[in-house]
């Protein structure tokens, strides 16, 4: 009898897979972007000069899902335009 060799996975395989990786991580770095806007001022603070764009989109997401979030950007807003404070 002829021994059969063992297969290797197909293309479509190791596409759907590479697929499913590249997910995981695309989801798992908007999680992270997500949740250091969502804690810190610093950081929304560093994205209004760099990606300006991304932080419109995290006000808009929060204000489509609950009005009341529009407190944060108004109070972004306040500290941002509020002259630094001076130590003497």
Known sequence: MIPKSPKR???FK???GGVVVFELLAFG?????WYKLNNSREFR????TSAPWA?????K????????????RDADSSV?????NKAD
């Open 9 to 11: 996975p197909g293309i």
């Open 14 to 16: 190791r596409l759907v």
């Open 29 to 33: 770095g908007s999680f992270l972007v």
């Open 45 to 48: 603070e560093k994205a209004k």
């Open 55 to 59: 932080l419109e989109i995290y006000y």
């Open 61 to 72: 997401m929060g204000e489509i899902m609950n009005s009341k979030n529009k407190a944060i």
């Open 80 to 84: 941002w335009k509020a002259p630094p």
